[in-house]
């Protein structure tokens, strides 16, 4: 018998007692008990709780296993986002646990964002049993399947019974193992939900728990096939029908996300030839450059070092000369995981009537335009590596060298004028990107910062991160809390106002928490992005400001300070020290990681002319580079 605390007792199998008085112990206690321990030795690390009477067993268990943070935060829907911030930053289930009725309703936007997302979430929703369940019973609703296709598994094993001990572990692991993603049966990592009944009394004695496995382990991950997901014929043949042909590859939202995947993915661009699109989250945009040798002198390509940040930079302003749009389409795409937020690359893309090769570990792959011939499920870096060994064995594969060479150009003037021109939210974003490092964190919101990010942003070593799934600004900054509080390293959060107004009850209890968290609020009284859509140009001034620039008139350091946080307001974007100012508090910031909350004050219009602005100087620029003949 190991005994981890007084409250808190497990048993192995050679210790379990041949009998006990099952009635001196409580058996809903015993069975949270029971998956708190499971869950910490598969691995689970933090458990996020709102208060309420129903899940008292699950909160006690929680908070008294010495293997387990627990995290309590006051509201069920940032509580919700807190946790799924910190299965972000760990890439491990986080146990999310609330009472019974509307407070588990209240999960169900980060539900769906993680269920889209691809991020890991056991939610335990506590409930009544069943003998008060339709009929009348005070916070009883039924909760059963509560979030629909949303989750990877749904259980509901009914009130603990001690006499069914022996089923609560493999209960706990087979939700965790669903959760981080079941490789035998092509299921990517996601929420699940235990609805789970106790019966009054909520607390009492703990009993001896349920032995552990013989073997020590209930948890098993067997992944299928090979890693690479093709056969080397199958990879012969996607070679053949790359080789010398213009191309793309396109790495979206947590796809190289680390430098494996970013060197396997940089060198089947050198092999190819070909230039890479890359979201803001995306590694292949670091400035943690390596040397890749592009060994590929017999296939016709480059023989020159390739720098990791081979990803281009402007590549959604430079689509909108219509110059560029007339180079030509590629003729081949390979897409690495999600979309890009960009709508003009996205439709230049869909309109090419290109070969496109959809890629993702989870065989997740998005497909809005109905444009991808070949899908395969593998891991990016193994598929990378292998094809471009292939594509090194054919020779003259990589693309004409103009084609590379004409878009490496394009990108360099683009970001020298990005680099040298951009001002107001743009400049924001690009400055605190810069002011980070590489074991820092940027949680970057929905609406108009990813885009400026994606857009304009240059080279990078945060690791950058946002609800992409399903694309919301609901919980933001409760994701950027939770990503601080697991990773413990400076964490800035780049959000617009109205988001940052979606989720004020992120700052409930933040000032108490040990979390490096800087917020930069970009306000502009409004929607932002808005403005940028043709309804700008569609309504009159008034109705448009009715229904979306939604002035608010907030005073949103206010809000902060009453939740007892610092504030630093730099001011109007527009003011010429603003920027270095900022670039300053973000500099301190990371010296000094605390709660902290900074406003920079923009206005819509302005902000909407700046874009423009920038725009007109990347086409200047572009033309220059295509000349006269126009390439």
């Given at each position: 018998?190991?005994?981890?605390?007084?409250?808190?007792?497990?048993?192995?199998?050679?210790?379990?007692?041949?009998?006990?008085?099952?009635?001196?112990?409580?058996?809903?206690?015993?069975?949270?008990?029971?998956?708190?321990?499971?869950?910490?030795?598969?691995?689970?690390?933090?458990?996020?709780?709102?208060?309420?009477?129903?899940?008292?067993?699950?909160?006690?268990?929680?908070?008294?296993?010495?293997?387990?943070?627990?995290?309590?935060?006051?509201?069920?829907?940032?509580?919700?986002?807190?946790?799924?911030?910190?299965?972000?930053?760990?890439?491990?289930?986080?146990?999310?646990?609330?009472?019974?009725?509307?407070?588990?309703?209240?999960?169900?936007?980060?539900?769906?964002?993680?269920?889209?997302?691809?991020?890991?979430?056991?939610?335990?929703?506590?409930?009544?049993?069943?003998?008060?369940?339709?009929?009348?019973?005070?916070?009883?609703?039924?909760?059963?399947?509560?979030?629909?296709?949303?989750?990877?598994?749904?259980?509901?094993?009914?009130?603990?019974?001690?006499?069914?001990?022996?089923?609560?572990?493999?209960?706990?692991?087979?939700?965790?193992?669903?959760?981080?993603?079941?490789?035998?049966?092509?299921?990517?990592?996601?929420?699940?939900?235990?609805?789970?009944?106790?019966?009054?009394?909520?607390?009492?004695?703990?009993?001896?728990?349920?032995?552990?496995?013989?073997?020590?382990?209930?948890?098993?991950?067997?992944?299928?096939?090979?890693?690479?997901?093709?056969?080397?014929?199958?990879?012969?043949?996607?070679?053949?029908?790359?080789?010398?042909?213009?191309?793309?590859?396109?790495?979206?939202?947590?796809?190289?996300?680390?430098?494996?995947?970013?060197?396997?993915?940089?060198?089947?661009?050198?092999?190819?030839?070909?230039?890479?699109?890359?979201?803001?989250?995306?590694?292949?945009?670091?400035?943690?450059?390596?040397?890749?040798?592009?060994?590929?002198?017999?296939?016709?390509?480059?023989?020159?070092?390739?720098?990791?940040?081979?990803?281009?930079?402007?590549?959604?302003?430079?689509?909108?000369?219509?110059?560029?749009?007339?180079?030509?389409?590629?003729?081949?795409?390979?897409?690495?995981?999600?979309?890009?937020?960009?709508?003009?690359?996205?439709?230049?893309?869909?309109?090419?009537?290109?070969?496109?090769?959809?890629?993702?570990?989870?065989?997740?792959?998005?497909?809005?335009?109905?444009?991808?011939?070949?899908?395969?499920?593998?891991?990016?870096?193994?598929?990378?590596?292998?094809?471009?060994?292939?594509?090194?064995?054919?020779?003259?594969?990589?693309?004409?060298?103009?084609?590379?060479?004409?878009?490496?150009?394009?990108?360099?003037?683009?970001?020298?004028?990005?680099?040298?021109?951009?001002?107001?939210?743009?400049?924001?974003?690009?400055?605190?990107?810069?002011?980070?490092?590489?074991?820092?964190?940027?949680?970057?919101?929905?609406?108009?910062?990813?885009?400026?990010?994606?857009?304009?942003?240059?080279?990078?070593?945060?690791?950058?991160?946002?609800?992409?799934?399903?694309?919301?600004?609901?919980?933001?900054?409760?994701?950027?809390?939770?990503?601080?509080?697991?990773?413990?390293?400076?964490?800035?959060?780049?959000?617009?106002?109205?988001?940052?107004?979606?989720?004020?009850?992120?700052?409930?209890?933040?000032?108490s928490r040990a979390a490096p968290l800087c917020v930069v609020v970009i306000d502009n009284d409004g929607g932002g992005i808005f403005s940028f859509l043709p309804q700008a140009d569609q309504l009159d001034g008034e109705r448009f400001e009715q229904l979306f620039g939604t002035p608010h008139r907030t005073h949103l350091l206010g809000l902060a300070g009453a939740h007892r946080i610092e504030t630093i307001d730099i001011g109007s974007v527009e003011r010429t020290p603003a920027?270095?100012?900022?670039?300053?508090?973000?500099?301190?910031?990371?010296?000094?990681?605390?709660?902290?909350?900074?406003?920079?004050?923009?206005?819509?219009?302005?902000?909407?002319?700046?874009?423009?602005?920038?725009?007109?100087?990347?086409?200047?620029?572009?033309?220059?580079?295509?000349?006269?003949?126009?390439?």
């Amino acid at each position: 018998m190991v005994s981890q605390n007084p409250d808190f007792v497990t048993t192995s199998a050679a210790a379990t007692p041949a009998a006990f008085n099952a009635d001196a112990f409580n058996a809903g206690a015993t069975f949270a008990a029971t998956l708190m321990d499971e869950w910490a030795r598969c691995g689970v690390r933090h458990v996020v709780v709102s208060p309420g009477s129903r899940s008292t067993p699950l909160a006690v268990a929680a908070a008294t296993h010495p293997g387990l943070v627990t995290h309590v935060h006051h509201d069920e829907r940032s509580a919700s986002f807190l946790a799924l911030g910190i299965s972000l930053a760990t890439q491990v289930p986080t146990v999310l646990v609330c009472t019974s009725g509307t407070a588990a309703v209240e999960y169900h936007a980060a539900v769906v964002e993680a269920h889209h997302g691809n991020v890991a979430l056991i939610v335990c929703t506590a409930d009544r049993p069943p003998e008060l369940q339709g009929v009348g019973a005070p916070q009883t609703i039924d909760q059963r399947g509560l979030y629909g296709s949303a989750v990877r598994w749904f259980a509901e094993p009914g009130p603990a019974e001690l006499d069914a001990a022996a089923q609560w572990r493999p209960l706990a692991a087979e939700a965790h193992r669903r959760a981080r993603g079941d490789r035998r049966c092509g299921d990517a990592p996601g929420p699940v939900h235990l609805n789970l009944a106790f019966r009054e009394p909520l607390l009492g004695p703990i009993a001896p728990l349920p032995p552990l496995a013989d073997d020590g382990a209930t948890d098993v991950d067997a992944a299928p096939g090979d890693p690479a997901g093709c056969s080397e014929d199958e990879f012969a043949e996607l070679a053949a029908q790359m080789a010398g042909r213009r191309g793309v590859i396109v790495c979206g939202d947590r796809t190289a996300t680390d430098l494996v995947e970013a060197e396997a993915v940089a060198a089947l661009a050198a092999a190819l030839g070909w230039p890479v699109f890359s979201d803001a989250q995306s590694r292949m945009r670091s400035d943690r450059r390596t040397g890749i040798a592009a060994d590929v002198n017999a296939a016709g390509g480059a023989a020159d070092d390739v720098a990791l940040d081979a990803a281009l930079v402007g590549v959604d302003p430079l689509l909108r000369v219509p110059e560029v749009a007339a180079l030509g389409p590629p003729e081949v795409v390979v897409r690495f995981g999600a979309l890009l937020t960009s709508k003009v690359m996205n439709q230049w893309l869909a309109d090419s009537a290109a070969l496109q090769v959809g890629v993702d570990r989870w065989g997740a792959i998005p497909d809005p335009d109905h444009v991808i011939g070949r899908r395969v499920w593998a891991e990016p870096a193994a598929f990378a590596a292998r094809l471009r060994d292939a594509v090194v064995a054919v020779s003259g594969a990589a693309a004409p060298r103009e084609w590379v060479a004409t878009w490496r150009g394009l990108s360099g003037a683009a970001r020298e004028v990005i680099d040298a021109h951009a001002t107001g939210e743009v400049a924001v974003a690009r400055a605190v990107l810069e002011e980070l490092g590489a074991e820092d964190h940027l949680v970057v919101s929905s609406s108009m910062p990813v885009r400026d990010l994606e857009w304009y942003g240059g080279g990078a070593s945060a690791t950058v991160l946002s609800n992409r799934g399903a694309n919301g600004i609901d919980g933001v900054t409760s994701t950027a809390v939770g990503v601080a509080l697991a990773s413990q390293r400076p964490t800035v959060c780049l959000i617009g106002d109205v988001a940052f107004l979606h989720d004020t009850n992120a700052m409930l209890g933040l000032a108490s928490r040990a979390a490096p968290l800087c917020v930069v609020v970009i306000d502009n009284d409004g929607g932002g992005i808005f403005s940028f859509l043709p309804q700008a140009d569609q309504l009159d001034g008034e109705r448009f400001e009715q229904l979306f620039g939604t002035p608010h008139r907030t005073h949103l350091l206010g809000l902060a300070g009453a939740h007892r946080i610092e504030t630093i307001d730099i001011g109007s974007v527009e003011r010429t020290p603003a920027i270095e100012e900022l670039r300053e508090v973000v500099r301190a910031f990371r010296e000094r990681p605390r709660p902290l909350v900074v406003r920079v004050r923009s206005d819509r219009a302005a902000n909407v002319a700046a874009h423009r602005d920038l725009n007109d100087r990347v086409a200047a620029a572009a033309r220059a580079v295509l000349g006269p003949t126009g390439g």
